[in-house]
């Protein structure tokens, strides 16, 4: 039904008659994507919302993957329907959490909110790494609803698979607490979960965001590279906007102390995530992986 309502509104275009840009960030989880939208956040030529993750579109197409933030968009509806309106900043919170509220429950808002913040830059957008995980026909869903109103970028980060999996069961326990075993003892058991699978399989995930949005939309990079200046010198020919120098020495989302994982464990998980690897190292022949990536030489 919201596909059918946004096809017949008006389409979005600033004065000029050119739309303005969208960038969808969908990830990957703990491959740079808070230090990304940082840094995007302080250039002028776009505007972002408040917060980093909108969890819009994951919460929509795959709920039983998201759990987490169907519970976060229940207790929004509840905050919202309990707080007083106040003055000032406490106002202004309060109404981009009805705001947020309204989106989970309705896409049209979705659009109108973006639309808005574009108006003044004419570009904008939002990074959540969990629509790594949405399937080709989600993001088919994504494009008729944005492409009307946006010129449509997208933006996809890699990280050595076990090293990035490793990290977000790190940053779990940092923000969760450890509720079994910690981050390295439940890496066995967890490496291969649905969740960390979906997110891992670059082989599926790229090939996916290129059929739907087309190879030239889909700006792709390694972690380990997007520290470098050449990195945002692309980034800024693909936006079409300024950004300034990255703060190389600032740690965005940055997860806990690591311990080393158990040999075994990454054995397994090597031949688990052995198509990934190859894939990339395939796909990206001009890149020294085994250089980059910490656990691709292990067998």
Not at 28 to 55: N, V
Not at 88 to 104: I, N
Not at 211 to 240: A, C, I, M, S, W
Request: hydrophobic letters at 35%; glycine letters at 6%.
């Amino acid at each position: 039904m919201w596909l059918r309502r946004l096809r017949s509104a008006a389409p979005g275009k600033r004065e000029n008659g050119v739309k303005p840009t969208f960038l969808l960030g969908v990830g990957a989880q703990k491959a740079g994507t808070s230090f990304l939208f940082d840094a995007l956040r302080r250039s002028p030529g776009i505007r972002l919302p408040h917060r980093k993750e909108m969890h819009v579109f994951d919460s929509h197409f795959i709920p039983e993957l998201c759990r987490d933030h169907v519970e976060i968009r229940r207790r929004l509806c509840e905050e919202v329907d309990r707080t007083t309106p106040g003055r000032g900043r406490e106002a202004r919170d309060l109404a981009r959490r009805m705001r947020h509220a309204l989106m989970l429950y309705d896409l049209d808002e979705y659009v109108s909110y973006f639309r808005e913040l574009a108006e003044k830059t004419g570009c904008t957008g939002e990074i959540t790494p969990g629509y790594s995980m949405l399937e080709t026909r989600h993001l088919h869903e994504i494009r008729e609803l944005l492409e009307p109103h946006f010129e449509l970028r997208v933006i996809f980060l890699m990280r050595d698979p076990i090293d990035r999996i490793y990290s977000a069961l790190r940053m779990h326990d940092k923000i969760a607490g450890v509720k079994k075993a910690p981050a390295h003892e439940r890496f066995r058991a967890e490496y291969h979960s649905e969740g960390q699978r979906r997110r891992s399989m670059y082989e599926k995930i790229l090939p996916r965001l290129e059929k739907v949005f087309g190879k030239e939309l889909v700006f792709v990079e390694f972690y380990e590279n997007l520290f470098l200046h050449d990195t945002f010198q692309r980034l800024e020919g693909f936006l079409g906007i300024a950004i300034p120098g990255p703060d190389m020495g600032k740690k965005v989302n940055a997860s806990p102390k690591r311990e080393e994982l158990l040999p075994e464990a990454v054995s397994e998980a090597r031949a688990y995530y052995a198509a990934t690897y190859d894939f990339c190292r395939s796909r990206f022949p001009e890149y020294d992986l085994e250089g980059l990536w910490p656990y691709m030489r292990v067998s």
